[in-house]
Structures are given as structure tokens and as C-alpha cells.
């Protein structure tokens, strides 16, 4: 049968930097040992039993030879050169033998031992020399504080790790910040029959990082598939860089990103701050970069298993195979759960199926062939719906009755998926779902072996399906551009050197707006007043009813303290306005002023804003306004700068689109405008770092053109731009 | 060790009508065979190898022995007593066979058969005569269609099924409705080392169903937990007062139930109807009677390694313990997402830990001891962890480093339960989470053995946890009455019974207002007016502003079509609402007629409404009104009838209680009524079931007592009354 690999375009066989780390030609275990239950031996015996390509020289003070191979005092005392050393002494002994290593010549080190910033105090300092001894050395470096790399490459065959499973080796490559899930991950590859490609512990990442294994996996041959387990990223735009184009290239990237939900708390004092959650701005940098995120490990490796073997279907229709009613209907809950559709199947399809089932047979999809199905059964159908256009992908279950062979099965279906592929079902991934008795584990193996995912329930079938779908969203989504805007640069810049030169925080109303207006964010009219006549005079300019607020410092909610009076109508009424105010919240006795504004009538309010993360830099927020989107949460965010594609993505995205395009025949609200604002905070924001926090809140977005804009709008400044680390 | 099961209040002992199913002294299996491979042959073969502690008798028309054992040609020809009868036999031949069974004066049936009602057809004849036969012998029967049955009681030791996995005794029963489904769970239970008390595969359910089993289980003292997987009900109503027995008896059920997202929708032609989704009645059923809803299969077995061997825990606040920070990251994401709190440690508790452990090691909650942590470390930590007040249930996380043996640590996690329940860590439950490598199995089985389960990774156990803090939540709830409500049950039946008279579907928005006032549920005045002037009469009389409705055949969404005109303050501006319904709506050339009505003002809108299912019967809503309500499905929903506690919790359960209950500072709305409303629409459905749909729409919230009230009403009553089905 052809090959199911998925195969993407060729990458370039340029010899890449890590190539120092993962092909070398000789190893030095340095602090090899002999006493059982230490990681010197485990490292070794690993090295060994996996069949290392090359020599391997333990190097211990004070033995001569372990496990029958001649031992050196030192890594200088080894009469060859040597391309890698994995350290294995104790903490304080890990300086010296890197020394010895760059005086030797070795191109690369991985640093198993730990105590270095991992423990804070002298470690700190410890890693700083270790760092900088590795980059006067020129050699590169894993870890220190990991459990070791693998390279399954049959040229190569390096296990530099201590864990207790030899990989299998495939086209997954691996990279774990956690090197205690190391050991879980590897075992779980191979319970799973996942081959891997590569494997590293990452440990500290004082020299390697995630990010140079991405752009090392993206032009690795053997790869075809990314795992990752993040804890924290390193340098963002480089991991963005990178996650793109490797994603973009078509090799898949899945990652868990840990500390999700933990504690610490971002101080948050405008309305998008204290929306942007912690996990906000890394699952937006994963979105934004094409990184399916699994939520627990398992999830990875049961969508690993497909990406692995299986190609992106084209769509999202997908059709079930089973012999039995309950598994089709837990498959058939599970797609729609994971917003996967149920195929619908040609008349000429169902009519091949009948052919051969029985009366009782079910051939609409979920196609139940019943209990009696046997191996001819399950080719003749799986072919029919692999050769069905109107099916992106097939998942095929077979609970095993007593009177069918499950191996027989497993052949069948393997000769289906080779007759459907031949008829147009070429570029279809098929999962399996075997939840067989007797010879099941066989009948399992086969499917394996045939390039055929196996799962233990549908439900986690039809997950990695829809991970896959939504990575053919990804690959065929356009890429977008930042346009041209016509924005004034200078009095922006005026503005806010204004206020930093006045040590201001917040800019103050009349700022804001003027900094908005500069670039070409519409702004509601408005003015500061001192008296009801002068409230009268703006309103007669601008024309009734009008609305009156308070200004005050540190102020946010205004209504919620009688500081908004709506709807004024007429001279009376906005000096009946001034008096409620007077009377209300000018009772608190803090200092205040007027600001009358023009009402809007009509539209939907949203709110846009911006955050910034220590980490992550800026994050731009759209959702719907008013009380809901703190109850609701219908926000959504991007980190900056954006394309005018993200921006079209966003306004989409919230669950409350339908109120701005036009829910039961209303008219829909300029939508467009409202991805051009996104497009220009997005240009501020580049333009002037320093800006730390604003709210567009509430921004009404009105059907009609040239009406829509901000009638709230706070702006603070950092006193030093926040930005993601320099590393 | 003390015990670790969970014990609940003793159960009655007396006979079980099922005990004659469970517990027969004999067993023929008719249809028993010797063909390899063949259902009667596996049958008769589990019931040997499971050493059934009485005779098993083989019958067969063309054998004289089977396996070594004697075999008649008919049930009639043993010369002994035979309690119950297992059929394998082809279809044609059940019947026959049955009538055998009822001559020889057997008790209870297996039948195993398939081909009745699941193929249409004569099935349903056949099954229609079974049904018959079985009822007027008094017999008791499981299936047809089925895989069998199982009581692992060492008295009985009953294998009746040809399932490939010999089941382990435990405490845990299950039901399954999907026979195919069944070997899955015998395979899997086994594996995870989960004991079953008893296993049925329902089938058919033509007898014995699930509510049978429930009322079965809950007196069965061998049984601590039940599991469910079902596919649809039987009668709801039964279901439920079961299942709440059993659950508020203290022993958990925990279902998964299939077919959540079918397609066939149900027509609707309200808006509470078209809310209440297809799975929206069965997962208010679930909820409403205390079963724990499993979303997978796998999720329901690793909830059932917790309830089946820890108690249920006081609270939700969880200490996690581990030697590896990943992990713990994990847990403590996991707890988070599933609702769980991450408990504070008392310094006592910390100093403990720190006492033996390294300075690098992490003393907070999540408890990180570094890779370092050795088995007497693990056993002060869990005592401590344990006998913190603060601590409700404690998640215990090993990745086994190379230097240590898990074995000694699971001993000593072991020790340290039994240390810190004697403490004052009694009631708290224990999770693991072994990552191991090394003897990682037989650590595993230590810890299975000494009553703690393991998981694979800890987001399985928090999730178990999460399934345990809710049932504890279920436990402790107050009952709730029904309280007595003033109505004027004679009016609402001569509104109803004018409105079927004259063949109505729909009440009049007249008839509408009064059945709900009949009832006292609060309406804002209105009138059916046919001028202008009859409006303004209106409003001297209640006041300005008003709003000015249109009325028409089928009309739903009225102010979509420039139906409603809204707050009129003056007679000329009534007037003017006239001319612009007239020249907007009056345009379409159909029907209508004009209300007046009092406008409203503040408060919030909120929706209530009955559906009608043609399973569950009467379903009541509760959410946010406004367009919000259908993009954001902010809505709750119970069967009906509902307690005063269902009521309190309807209105808390929906995401926008906030703004009910005073964002910011604004006043609260009046909750008890909207409770109280809730309890009068229960009353109502239950004393007139022919309401078949009812939409509040919106019902207006306000602070100020006795001004809440229904703006709109919708009633549809059904030509025949909606209702369970009666078995």
C-alpha cells in the first residue's frame, strides 16, 4: 500500500547550528558511573543500549573502566576528538569540566545537573558563569537542570538521556520545559507507538531555547510534527517568528502551555487589563502563530498520533464506520462537541453500502453496519466513504463481537483505505477506534503498522480531527497585511510628551481624545464646561439631547456614582443635570470637573482596549460594551501589531457578532470601521510603546457610516515602556 | 490500615425483587454450544470460569454434553430446579424456549437474542409476545439484545455474559444501554483494577430498565457506586425519584448519557422552546436528581476510581504534594479549571514540612519537596497535608527520579494516609498521580491495593476530585418544599377551557394576562384598544409613558417589524405611534390589532418560559432577556415540578445574577419574586399539563417591590396534553 505519511514540502538539508548537539560523531559522559540507581550509569547504559554510531567515553576521576570501556580522568585525557559531552558530576564540579571541554574542543555539551537558578541563591550566579563560559566557548549548550536530548535518526542513534524508555523512532519531535514530565512523555510515545524524531529536556534554556529547536525542527527532514511543553516562552516575537513559519510551512506544532490558571494576579486598573487574564495573551500568541493548544498531555498525544501519520483533510465532513449503534452515537456527539460536521453521504454511496449489508444496516452517516459485519464488510464500506467526495474524513470503529476475527478487521479495513484512496480519497485521514476483546491488541498493532491511528473511546478520535481541521483553517487562511494608514505621528507624539513632561499617569479626557483623533480613531464631541451655560452653548453647536459626566482622578466607573446624567434635552434639563450632580456625587467632596458630550442615540456599544503583559508586550482587546462583557467574557484578544486579517478575525470571533451584523433584520453596524480602529490602535501602540493601558469604553458602533466612535476613552502611560525580555 | 472504602448508612437487607435475577441457586443456558467462537459457547464457558457456585446446566437439542457436562435438549428435561435461564438461541426460537422456561418454573431470563424491536419489523411482534409471555409468567427478565449480566458476590459468582473480561469483584455496579459498549467496560474497569459488584447489559429493556436496577442498587449492600450509560430514560419521572433516593442516600451514580447533539430538533415555535436544546432536559434531569454527569466514558471510570475508594470530602479545598514542579503546575491548572480551590497551609503545617525538607524545596500549596523527595519525606508530608483543617482532599504527585524506588514511596505515602487520618485527616480523600519509571507498576499496585487510586496524570484526578466536591454540595443541600401558593385554580381552567372551546393554540394576549394573574404572577397593565383616543383613556388612567403594540396571527418577534413604539409620553405622540403603525407594520396587509401598555422603566429583563418535551415532559427556564439571551444561551432550565431550592438556585445558576443582585452598587432587583414566579409557572403546568409552551418575554426585574412584572406572554396549549411515556 502507498505510504501514508504526510508529507510536506521538502525542507532544505542545510546543516543546521544544532546539528552540533544532535549528530555528533563521538560522546563524553562526564561524571559516568558504575553504582547502580545513579544517573551516570542510567545516561550510559542509554547511550549504549540504544546503539550509539559513534564512540563513547565515560569519563570518571576515579575509575578506569566502566561497563567494559576504557574510562579517562578527563575529557582532555580522551585521546580523539570528542563532538558532545553530557555532564553528569555534581553542581560544583560542572564548571571545571566545561573548561576542560572547551579547551578540548567539544562542540556541545548537555548540562543534566542542577542547582542553578532552578534554586535561586548561589545558583544564580553559578548559571551566570556557566553561561558565559559556554558563550566565549562558542559550544552550544542543553540545560543545565535536564534529563538529556535524543536523536533517533538510525545515522545517529543518540540517547543522551536518563529515562527508563528507549524512544521509537518516527517523525514527532519533542521539546519538554518540565524534565520530570520527560520521563512520562517518553513512556507514554512508546505505550502509544508515537515515534519520535528528536527529544530534549530543556532545563534551564541558559543557552538552547524552545525557540531554536523550532527553527532547528523546521528544516529537520525527519520531522513532521512539533510537541511541545511550555511552561513560560522565552522571547515571544521570536517564538512567534518561528511557531509561524514553521506552521505556515505546513509542519504542525502542538503545544501544552502550562500555568494557566495560577496565581499572581496582574494589577489591572482599566477595564481590557483586568479582562486579559493571565492565560489571555498566551493563547492568543499560540492562536496567532498556528500552534494547536492541547489542554492536557494526553490530549497531545492522542492528537500527535494522527497529525503523525495521517494528512489534513480538506474539510471539516466527516463520516462514521461502526458495527455498533452507542460507540456511532458517542462519535457522533463528540464531532458536534468539537464543531465537526456530520458528512453527508452520496446516494450512490449508500447504494455501494447497501450492496453488501444487511436490511437491518443503517447506511446513512453514522453508517451502523451492525453486530454481523464482518472483513468484507468493513473494506467494501470503508472504500465507498473514502471515495466519497463529500467526506474530508473517515473514523472507523469496530467493537469486536465473538464471531469476527479483529484482525481479519483491521486487514480489511487497511485494504479499504487503499481501494478508497485509489477512487479520490487520496488527502482523506482515517482514525480507528478499536474497542476490541480477543486478539485486539493484534488487530491494533496491524492498524498501526498500516499508518492508522488507533483510539481507545471515539470522543478522542474526533478531537485530534478537529485539531487537524482547525490546522487546515490555519494553512489556508490568508495571510493578511498591516495597511497603509494616514495617521499624524507628530502630535501624537506631542501629546504624550506633554503629559509624561507633566508627570501624568492617565492622560486627562481633552489628551485622550486629541491623541485618538490624531490617529484617526473617531471621537464622539465633547468639551470641558464650567457652567450650565457653557454646557447650553456646546449643545446648541452640537445639537440635543447631550450627555453630562464627571471627571475626577482615578475615577472609573462613573454611572456607578451618579456621575453620568443622559439624555438632556433642552437648557432646563442641563441645568437640572448640574444640580443632580452638584447634589450627588459633588456631596463626596473630591475635586471634579464637567465634560458635556454629544448623546448617541442607536447602535451597540463595544469596548476596544489595550493591555501589556510583562512578558508578552501589548494585547489588543475587542468585545461587546456595556455591563455584559465583564459577565460574559465575550472578548477577544490578539498581541500586537495585527494584520488586517486579524482585525477582520476578531470582530468575528466574539459569540455577540450577530448584534453588530445585523441580528433579526436590523441593520448591521459599520463593521469595517471597527476593524480599521483595531488597525490604528494597533498602529498607535507600535508607534508609542509607552502607552501601557487604554479603553475605548464605550465605543458605540453605529449602522449608519461616519457616526460610529469612542464616547469614553482612557489612556495610561507607562513611566517606562513595558516590553518582552531582550533573550 | 484502617478501611479507606466509604461506608454509607447501612441499607436494608431484605430481598431485592431482582435478587431473583442476581442470586439464582441455578443456571441453564439455552443455546449452549461447543462451536469455538460462538456466543453460546463463550457463555457457558465465563459461567465455568467464574466458578458459579451452583449447577449450570447446558442445553442444547443436537448435544448429549457440552464441556464435559451432561446436556438436555430442553430446559423441561432437568431433573432439578433451574432459577434462571440464559437464551442464546436464534430468534425464531425464543419464544418457544420462554414458554419452557415459564412450564419448568424458571424465575428470572437472560435473553441475549437480538433481532426484536431494535430491527423494526416482526421484531416488534415478537417482542411485543415476549413482553407477553414474560409479564402473565411472572418471570423477570434482562433484554433481549443484550451481552448478559454479572454478580461478582463470592456467594453467587455469576459470570452470565460473553464478554472476553473476567470481571473483578469490587463495590462499583454498572448498567450499560449499549451492549456493544459493555465489553469496552469490562476490559477497561479491569485494567484500571476497578471491582464491580454487579455489571447489566440492558438491552432491550422490554422488562428489567434502568430504574429497576437503580431501585435494585440502591438496597444492594455490596454496591457503593453506580455507573450508567444510557441512551435514553424510560420514564423520566421514575428515573428520578430513584436516582435522588439513592444519591441523597449518600451512594453516587454517575452517568454518561449518549445522543447529547443528535440531529432531529425539536420544533419550536417559542423562544424558550428553540433555547431548550435537545440535551438541556436530560442534563436537568441528571442534575436535578444528583447524578454526576460524565462527558466520556473514560471520565466516568476515572471519577468511579475515586468514589468507589475514598469518602467525600467536606469541602473543595485540595492540597496538592509533589516532587516534580511541571506536574504540579498541572495539578493546580487542573483544580482551578474544574472549580476546585487550592487550599491555604497553616504555618504549623508548613514548619512540619520544612523540617524535612531541603531550604530549596517549596512549603506552599502546591507542595513542591524537588526531585529529591524520598519516601520518609512523602510520609511526613502526607500527614501533615492531611492533618491541616484547612485541607479538604490532598492529590499526591510522584515522577519517579532515578535514586529513588517508588515502591518504598508509595509504602510510605501509604503510612503517612493512615498517620494524618489519625490526625484528623479522616473524611478527606487521597488521589495519586504516579509518572513513574522503574517498578512504577507494582508502586502502583501498592497504592491500588492500600485504596488509593492512581491516575496517569493529575488533571484526571482533579477532575475526579471536582466530581466528588459536587456531590458532597448534592448531600448537603436543604430539600425544599413546594410551598403553598394562592391561586385561583377555577379561573385558569375556564380561560384554558374557552381558549380549547374555540380550537385557540395560542391564548389571546387578553386570555394570556388573565390565566397569569389567575395565578398571581405579576403583568404590566395593558389594553386591547381600537383608537387612538381608547389609548389615551389608558394612559390617564395608569399613566405616561406608554408602549403601543401590534397583535397578529403567528407574530413572534414583534419589534423586528416595527410592531412596538415605545415610550409615549403625550397624546400626540400616541397618535403619532398610531400613523407610524399603520404606515409600517399596516403596510403588510395582514391582520392585527393594537394594545396599549403601561412602559416600564429601570430594571432588568429577564426571560421565563415552559417547554415541553415529549419525553421528560414540562420543562421551566430561567435567564437573561434581551437579545443577550440567545447569543449568549444565558439560560437555566429544571423539570418540572420544582422545590422553593430549585427556584433560589434557578436564578443564582445564570452568569448575569450579578446583575440581578446589584452591580456597582445599583440596587438589587426583587429576587424572591422572580423566585416566587417560578414556583407559580411549576403550579400552574403541573395543574393544567395541557400547557404545552409559555414565554415571559420579557418579564421586567425592578427594585422596588411589587412593580416587577410580565411585559409579554405568550401561551400555546396543546390539543393533547404533552407527558412521559407510562412505562
Not at 498556528?290 to 492536557?296: F, M, N, S
Request: proline residues 7%; contains cysteine; aromatic residues 6%.
Amino acid at each position: 500500500m502507498p505510504p501514508l505519511r504526510y508529507l510536506p514540502a521538502p525542507m532544505s538539508d542545510a546543516l543546521s547550528p544544532l546539528d552540533v548537539v544532535f549528530r555528533p560523531t563521538s560522546v563524553a559522559v562526564i561524571g559516568a558511573s558504575r553504582d547502580r540507581g545513579s544517573i551516570g550509569r542510567e545516561l550510559l547504559q542509554n547511550l549504549l543500549a540504544f546503539d550509539f554510531q559513534g564512540p563513547v567515553y565515560p569519563i570518571n576521576r576515579n575509575a578506569s573502566s566502566i561497563h567494559g570501556i576504557r574510562c579517562h580522568r578527563s575529557v582532555l585525557d580522551v585521546p580523539d576528538p570528542v563532538d558532545l559531552a553530557v555532564l553528569v558530576v555534581p553542581r560544583d564540579a560542572v564548571l571545571e569540566a566545561v573548561g576542560e571541554c572547551a579547551r578540548k574542543g567539544v562542540k556541545a555539551l548537555v548540562v543534566i545537573t542542577a542547582g542553578f537558578k532552578e534554586v535561586g541563591g548561589e545558583g544564580l550566579a553559578l548559571e551566570a558563569e556557566l553561561a558565559r563560559l559556554v558563550r566565549e566557548s562558542g559550544m552550544r549548550m542543553v540545560g543545565p537542570n535536564c534529563m538529556g536530548i535524543v536523536n533517533t535518526d538510525p545515522e545517529v542513534r543518540l540517547d543522551a538521556s536518563f529515562a527508563a524508555t528507549l524512544p521509537l523512532p518516527g517523525n514527532v519531535a519533542f521539546a519538554s520545559q518540565s524534565g520530570a514530565l520527560g520521563e512520562a512523555i517518553l513512556a507514554t510515545a512508546r505505550q502509544l507507538g508515537l515515534g519520535l524524531s528528536q527529544f530534549v529536556s530543556l532545563g534551564n534554556k541558559t543557552d538552547i531555547s524552545g525557540n531554536d529547536l523550532l527553527e532547528h525542527w523546521a528544516e529537520d527532514p525527519r520531522t513532521q510534527v512539533v510537541l511541545l511543553y511550555l511552561e513560560s516562552f522565552g522571547n515571544p516575537r521570536n517564538f512567534a517568528r518561528n511557531a509561524r513559519r514553521i506552521t505556515r510551512a505546513g509542519k504542525p506544532v502542538l503545544a501544552v502551555k502550562a500555568g494557566r490558571t495560577g496565581p499572581g494576579a496582574r494589577a489591572a486598573s482599566s477595564h481590557t487589563g483586568s479582562l486579559a487574564g493571565l492565560d489571555a495573551a498566551a493563547s492568543s500568541l499560540l492562536g496567532q502563530c498556528g500552534v494547536i493548544r492541547a489542554d492536557k498531555v494526553e490530549e497531545l498525544f492522542s492528537m500527535a498520533m494522527a497529525f503523525a501519520t495521517q494528512p489534513i483533510p480538506r474539510g471539516s465532513r466527516i463520516a462514521i464506520l461502526t458495527n455498533a449503534g452507542g460507540p456511532g452515537i458517542m462519535a457522533t456527539d463528540a464531532l458536534v462537541t468539537y464543531g465537526l460536521d456530520v458528512a453527508e453521504l452520496l446516494p450512490a454511496t449508500r447504494e455501494a453500502m447497501a450492496a453488501v449489508l444487511p436490511p437491518e444496516a443503517s447506511t446513512a452517516n453514522p453508517v451502523d453496519m451492525i453486530a454481523s459485519a464482518d472483513a468484507p464488510k468493513y473494506r467494501a464500506c470503508t472504500e465507498a466513504l473514502l471515495a466519497d467526495p463529500g467526506v474530508d474524513a473517515l473514523i472507523v470503529v469496530f467493537v469486536s463481537p465473538v464471531v469476527i476475527d479483529s484482525r481479519t478487521v483491521a486487514a480489511a479495513v487497511l485494504d479499504g483505505v487503499v481501494a478508497g484512496r485509489a477512487r479520490g480519497g487520496e488527502g482523506k485521514p482515517i482514525l480507528s477506534c478499536f474497542m476490541g476483546r480477543a486478539h485486539g491488541a493484534e488487530a491494533e498493532q496491524r492498524l498501526r503498522e498500516g499508518g492508522i491511528p488507533v483510539y481507545a473511546f471515539p470522543e478522542a478520535a474526533a478531537q485530534a480531527l478537529a485539531a487537524m481541521a482547525r490546522f487546515r483553517r490555519w494553512i489556508d487562511r490568508p495571510e493578511g497585511v498591516a495597511p497603509e494608514l494616514d495617521v499624524d505621528r507628530e502630535a501624537a507624539a506631542r501629546i504624550l510628551s506633554g503629559a509624561a513632561g507633566g508627570g501624568q499617569e492617565w492622560l486627562d479626557s481633552g489628551e485622550a481624545q486629541a491623541l485618538l483623533e490624531a490617529y484617526g480613531i473617531p471621537v464622539v464631541p465633547s468639551r470641558l464646561v464650567s457652567s450650565p451655560e457653557e454646557a447650553v452653548a456646546f449643545a446648541e453647536e452640537h445639537g440635543y439631547p447631550v450627555v453630562l459626566k464627571v471627571e475626577a482622578e482615578g475615577l472609573l466607573h462613573k454611572s456607578d456614582v451618579g456621575g453620568v446624567q443622559v439624555d438632556l434635552r433642552n437648557p432646563r434639563e442641563i441645568k437640572g443635570a448640574f444640580w443632580d450632580i452638584a447634589h450627588g456625587f459633588g456631596a463626596r467632596g473630591v475635586p471634579y470637573r464637567h465634560r458635556v458630550q454629544r448623546m448617541v442615540r442607536g447602535g451597540r456599544e463595544v469596548i476596544m482596549g489595550i493591555a501589556s503583559d510583562p512578558t508578552f508586550g501589548h494585547l489588543l482587546a475587542f468585545g461587546l460594551g456595556g455591563v455584559y462583557v465583564e459577565l460574559m467574557k465575550d472578548v477577544v484578544f490578539r498581541l500586537l501589531p495585527i494584520t488586517d486579517q486579524d482585525a477582520r478575525e476578531m470582530v468575528r470571533e466574539i459569540r455577540g457578532f450577530p448584534l453588530l451584523s445585523g441580528l433579526r433584520g436590523e441593520p448591521p453596524v459599520d463593521v469595517s470601521l471597527l476593524e480599521d480602529v483595531l488597525l490604528r490602535l494597533s498602529r498607535l501602540v507600535e508607534d508609542f510603546p509607552q502607552i501601557a493601558e487604554m479603553d475605548l469604553n464605550p465605543f458605540m458602533a453605529h449602522p449608519e457610516a461616519g457616526v460610529s466612535a469612542a464616547v469614553d476613552a482612557r489612556v495610561r502611560v507607562a513611566p517606562a515602556p513595558p516590553g518582552p525580555p531582550a533573550t
